[in-house]
């Protein structure tokens, strides 16, 4: 089986980098493209009236949303084909419509997130694509 387009979603933690480590060694191997998905999550702002503040923790999480694939085009020492994809909702959701959305044989990601809280919900997010996926997915602990 040969990969053509592989899934990584990055949120900026050290599980993330390991998993776009993998990403990166079985795109050159196998000379599939990958597509780097970042999740913004701000689900807890939508029920707040938008106002300045809000407008500008949006663009925060933005901004970081960028900085996690930034990140990830650094450790791309090989150039090989990375699409950026930012989208904003839940994670699990998110990474499993991309998927969809761009044909994926394939999702490489951490099996959780920064901190406890974070790890937490990674774990969960990881479930959550394992269970519903269409393709194959690779946890890297």
Same mark, same amino acid.
């Given at each position: 089986m040969m990969y053509t387009k592989i899934l990584v979603p990055t949120d900026g933690s050290e599980f993330a980098k390991k998993a776009q480590k993998h990403a990166l060694f079985l795109a050159n191997v196998t000379g599939a493209e990958i597509v780097a998905v970042t999740v913004t999550e701000n689900n807890f702002v939508n029920g @707040?009236? @938008? #106002? #300045?503040?809000v407008y500008q923790l949006n663009q925060i999480l933005k901004e970081r949303s960028e900085e996690n694939l930034k990140e990830f085009d650094k450790l791309n020492e090989d150039d090989l084909k990375i699409t950026h994809v930012i989208k904003e909702g839940s994670p699990a959701k998110c990474i499993l419509e991309v998927a969809k959305d761009e044909d994926v044989d394939l999702i490489v990601m951490g099996s959780s997130g920064k901190s406890g809280f974070d790890r937490?919900?990674?774990?969960?997010?990881? #479930?959550?694509v394992v269970n519903s996926a269409k393709c194959a997915v690779l946890i890297i602990h």
């Open positions: @707040l009236p @938008l #106002d #300045d503040e937490f919900i990674m774990g969960s997010v990881a #479930d959550k």
